[in-house]
């Protein structure tokens, strides 16, 4: 039997505030992510940045 292939994705707008606690929730996890992707929904407080440098250190 295969494992199971598993995508998390992110969406993000304005969500710097809580942004850092929804992405340790997704590294602490049990079963870990094969892929994550991010969408950024035209932010103005930086969710973007944030977004880029914490899925940039994960892969």
């Known amino acids: 039997m295969s ?3 598993v995508t998390a994705i992110v ?3 304005d969500g710097a505030r809580r ?12 079963r870990s992510p094969d892929r994550v ?3 950024d ?5 930086g969710s973007a940045d944030l977004l ?5 250190t994960a892969t």
């Open 52 to 56: 880029a440098q914490a899925l940039a």
């Open 3 to 5: 494992r199971p292939y």
């Open 37 to 39: 992707g991010d969408v």
């Open 19 to 30: 942004l850092g606690e929804t992405l340790r929730a997704l590294v602490n996890q049990s």
């Open 11 to 13: 969406v993000a707008h």
């Open 41 to 45: 929904n035209g932010s103005k407080d």
